[in-house]
Structure formats: structure tokens, C-alpha cells
């Protein structure tokens, strides 16, 4: 069975970097779209980024494009996300999570069947 977890979460600046990683364990990845999402306190979860499994294609959600960077180590069965010019509105608790199928289109999350715990980021002012 697949498993996903985050690292790299932690407490950052106005204006930090952070990246995190998704490493997947118990099944093969490879084949899957892995998507980031985040949770804020009081909010819903949402779509941050994801890449495909064929072509490494990449989706963000409109206010983390060049800001955030996703990729993918087949090898290393891992999936980052880097993210630069943090503000405390990216403060939340960060998911990644396993899609049934090779494409990310859409980014919600009632298509990512497999979840990790998560990983807390906060952003000070």
C-alpha cells in the first residue's frame, strides 16, 4: 500500500524559503500524478501544486505561480516543493498526496486518493 510523507516543514521569515519533501514508500509512484496541498487554520484545503507522472508537467495555483517550484526524483521516490518569497499567508499545514491516474488536472482534492500526515509551515511577519 502506497505511503506518503513530508519533511521539511518549520518556521520561516517574512520573505524565507522552505523546501519540502514527499517521500512515497510501500508501492510504486512513479506512475502517478503527486500533488501539494495546503491547510490554514479555519480554512479548507487547497490545491498548491501538482506534476504528472509521463512528462513532469506542472500546475500551480495561479498565486503560488513563481513563487513555488514543484519536482520530482523518480530515484529517490520524492517530490519537492520549494517555496520562496514566503508570507505568513502561506502559513498551513502542507499535504502531498497520490492521484489514481498520471495527470494532475484538476488540483482539488476529492481526485488525490492517498494523503501524507503532513507538515507544518509558518511564516512570521
Known amino acids: 500500500q502506497l505511503r506518503l510523507e513530508e519533511s521539511g516543514g518549520g518556521l520561516v521569515h517574512l520573505g524565507g524559503s522552505l523546501r519540502l519533501s514527499c517521500v512515497s514508500s510501500?508501492?510504486?509512484?512513479?506512475?502517478?500524478?503527486i500533488g501539494w496541498f495546503r491547510q490554514a487554520p479555519g480554512k479548507e484545503r487547497e490545491g498548491v501544486s501538482c506534476?504528472?507522472?509521463?512528462?513532469?508537467?506542472?500546475s500551480y495555483k495561479d498565486s503560488m505561480k513563481g513563487r513555488f517550484i514543484i519536482s520530482r526524483d523518480n530515484d529517490k521516490r520524492t517530490v519537492y516543493l520549494e517555496m520562496n518569497n514566503l508570507t505568513p499567508e502561506d502559513t498551513a499545514v502542507y499535504y502531498c498526496?497520490?492521484?489514481?491516474?498520471?495527470?494532475?488536472?484538476?488540483?482539488?482534492?476529492?481526485?488525490?486518493?492517498?494523503w501524507g500526515q503532513g507538515t507544518l509551515v509558518t511564516v512570521s511577519s
Open positions: 498526496a497520490a492521484r489514481g491516474l498520471r495527470q494532475c488536472s484538476p488540483i482539488e482534492v476529492r481526485y488525490f486518493t492517498r
Open positions: 506534476i504528472s507522472a509521463d512528462d513532469g508537467k506542472t
Open positions: 510501500g508501492a510504486p509512484a512513479d506512475h502517478l500524478a
